[in-house]
């Protein structure tokens, strides 16, 4: 069973992140940080989105 540490290392790690001007159309980094394009900072996005 994971603990809740384990749980939230785990979300964070399959987490991704996106510009929300989508500078790069539907490009998205598996880091938090700024856009390379418009240095807007990453927002996370759904990873489970189509």
Not at 23 to 38: A, D, L, M, Q, R
């Amino acid at each position: 069973m994971e603990t809740k540490k384990q749980q939230s290392v785990k979300d964070k790690d399959t987490m991704v992140y996106q510009c929300p001007m989508k500078c790069e159309g539907t490009k998205t980094y598996n880091h938090e940080g700024s856009c390379p394009v418009c240095n807007m900072i990453l927002k996370p996005v759904d990873s489970n989105r189509t």
